[in-house]
């Protein structure tokens, strides 16, 4: 490549996410990534894209409904860019309740959904049928919202290098040289950096750890159940997950995921006996707000930091993708207040 006008740090979905927004919009793109595509917490197997419960709106909720709406096209795009399938799908998701309260509670955020959500999707509250592919209920009743969407995180960083790649932009393994406006999309250790450089903490890893378990159920929806996500895939897997361990020994899959799957049967019977194919385990890059950071690089002129996905990364990198576009390549600021790093 004879020039670049952006170089991306990070070949997570941050990274990724941008450098092809940058690209599509005719910037010369390079993505370095140290390590590998997807080797830090992008690289799991779960792959929930799910809202926000409709209450107690603020603008990090707003920010995630509009990328959830954006992502049926954004992914597409990239799919026809690539060649290459991303695993998208928008088959809602069904959430037991627990008794009478959690009813109550759950038809007053299907209220509260009619107004938030403006007709653009459904939350609400149904009777369970007692289907096989249905979380147990206690009081008989579910929430079904028909926002949530499933990705599979590694056929979709792939199909975004193959998008960035068709557009001219590099993807480069190991190491190369900066070049142009540098956006650092760095996860947990980008994180680090940041808050070494900036003299305070502005975010730490969490680690988490997730299996997958071969079912088909390709147009099934997604199950939360006590804060575990059940996802059927369209490869013929099922994912579970994930913890949130805030102290552990080692970064690699442990005797949690044990407990995971138990967990998961307990909720969803048709589970039990399913083979496990793979277990997944990494940590994740949570900002001290638990919102995104995005913007400028105090004192960096020409960096740029998006980073603190942690679990809503894949839900959030198409709106994540856009605005930052905007930001390096236009200087247009639409950077939510709670998102940046001088808030924090």
């Known amino acids: 490549m004879a020039s670049v006008d952006v170089t991306v740090r990070g070949a997570g979905i941050f990274g990724l996410s941008i450098a092809w927004a940058c690209a599509s919009r005719g910037a010369r793109v390079r993505v370095i990534d140290t390590v590998g595509l997807g080797a830090g917490s992008s690289g799991g197997v779960v792959g929930a894209l799910s809202p926000h419960v409709p209450e107690a709106w603020n603008a990090k909720k707003a920010f995630q409904l509009e990328s959830l709406l954006m992502a049926g096209d954004w992914w597409a795009g990239i799919e026809t860019a690539s060649g290459l399938a991303s695993g998208y ?5 069904l959430q037991p309740l627990e008794d009478g309260r959690a009813v109550e509670a759950a038809r007053r955020r299907e209220e509260e959904a009619k107004h ?3 007709g653009a999707a459904e939350w609400r509250v149904v009777p369970a049928k007692c289907s096989l592919w249905e979380p147990v ?14 990705i599979s995180p590694r056929m979709a960083l792939a199909a975004l290098v193959g998008a960035v790649r068709a557009k001219g932009g ?24 940041l808050s070494e450089a900036l003299g305070r903490k502005v975010g730490s890893g969490v680690k988490g750890q997730a299996l997958a378990l071969r079912l088909e159920a390709p147009e099934a929806p997604q199950l939360f159940v006590d804060g ?7 490869d013929g897997t099922v994912a579970v997950g994930s913890t949130s361990e805030a102290v552990w020994q080692d970064e690699g899959p442990d005797e949690a995921l044990d407990g995971l799957l138990a967990k998961a049967v307990a909720a969803v ?12 385990a990494g940590v994740r890059p949570r900002a001290v707000s638990r919102a995104p950071l995005l913007g400028e690089w ?24 856009e605005v930052m576009a905007d930001l390096v390549l236009e200087g247009r600021d639409r950077v939510p207040e709670e998102f940046r790093l001088d808030v924090i």
């Not at 929430?143 to 949530?148: K, M, N, P």
């Not at 190369?176 to 680090?192: C, F, Q, R």
């Not at 105090?298 to 993708?321: L, T």
């Open 228 to 234: 575990l996500h059940i996802v059927p895939h369209a």
């Open 137 to 150: 209920s206690p009081s008989g009743w579910l929430v079904e919202d028909t926002l949530s969407a499933r």
């Open 116 to 118: 938030l959500w403006q």
């Open 269 to 280: 019977p048709c589970l039990r006996g399913a083979e496990m194919v793979a277990r997944w």
């Open 89 to 93: 799908g928008r088959v809602g998701r």
């Open 170 to 193: 590099e993807v480069l393994v190991g190491g190369g040289d900066e070049a142009g406006a540098v956006v650092h999309a760095t996860g947990v250790a980008g994180l680090m950096a």
């Open 298 to 321: 105090p004192g960096r002129a020409g960096h740029y930091v998006a980073n603190g996905g942690f679990k809503i990364g894949f839900g959030m990198a198409p709106k994540v993708a």
